[in-house]
């Protein structure tokens, strides 16, 4: 199966900054690369797909990249409600497997 | 708007079996594939498997192959996931969730949007 890695784990920022969490794929997936943000207690919600398309209804300050093995998600300004973990998957091979999160936390 | 609806929470023996089920509406059910994922305290998310809701094709993942069954209602447009020979290790959250394509045995999207609100799933002696 295929593995990804986040870093950091967990991170603690306020609100404002700009946040950048990082997926590493054990081998290239070309863009097969989608994000989630899971809010405490919460269901996890479609943010990203393809590394870098917006998904429908997702705050613009929200934005994807990479390729190949290595992806970022970034968070251009934090507001209240993205205090959460943070969830990267891919989707090139099965069975379609999950980074282990990344808690960003209030600072 | 899709919505998913799923049953309530469970608690089960060890060795029991437990069966969930998920209602789905604002879609034409039969023309996406539904997805199980679980969440276990202090496990990433793990994919479990796939229907097909018009076909009832499924496929799952290797690691729960044998104690797996994912089956569909297509009049009740509901999805179901049916869970064998429990162990406490499978205490966790599972969620179903819709893919936006439908999957054949080579090429899924395995794409989750939007997700059910979570079925609790404890199993203690």
């Known amino acids: 199966d295929i593995q990804l890695t986040q870093s950091p784990s967990s991170l603690s920022a306020s609100v404002g900054d700009r946040v950048t969490i990082t997926c590493r794929v054990s081998?290239?997936?070309?863009?097969?690369l989608n994000w989630y943000r899971q809010k405490p207690g919460k269901v996890p919600k479609l943010l990203i797909y393809?590394?870098?398309n917006l998904q429908s209804g997702v705050p613009s300050r929200f934005s994807g990249s990479g390729s190949g093995t290595d992806f970022t998600l970034t968070i251009s300004s934090l507001q209240p409600g993205d205090f959460a973990s943070y969830y990267c998957?891919?989707?090139?091979?099965?069975?379609?497997?999950f980074g282990q999160g990344t808690k960003v936390e209030v600072k | 708007q899709v919505q998913l609806v799923q049953s309530g929470a469970e608690v089960k023996k060890p060795g029991a079996s437990v069966k969930l089920s998920c209602k789905a509406s604002?879609?034409?059910?039969?023309?996406?594939?539904m997805h199980w994922v679980r969440q276990a305290p202090g496990h990433r998310l793990e994919w479990m498997g796939w229907?097909?809701?018009?076909?009832?094709?499924?496929k799952y993942s290797q690691k729960f192959q044998g104690r797996v069954i994912i089956t569909r209602d297509t009049s009740a447009r509901t999805a179901y996931m049916e869970l064998s020979s429990l162990r406490s290790e499978d205490t966790a959250v599972y969620y179903c969730?819709?893919?936006?394509?439908?999957?054949?045995?080579?090429?899924?999207?395995?794409?989750?949007?939007?997700w059910g609100q979570g079925t609790l799933v404890t199993v203690s002696s």
């Open positions: 998957q891919q989707s090139h091979s099965a069975p379609p497997t």
């Open positions: 081998q290239g997936i070309s863009s097969y």
């Open positions: 604002g879609y034409t059910f039969t023309s996406h594939t």
């Open positions: 229907i097909n809701a018009g076909n009832g094709n499924t």
């Open positions: 969730a819709k893919d936006p394509g439908y999957c054949s045995s080579s090429t899924c999207l395995n794409r989750f949007d939007p």
């Open positions: 393809s590394a870098s």
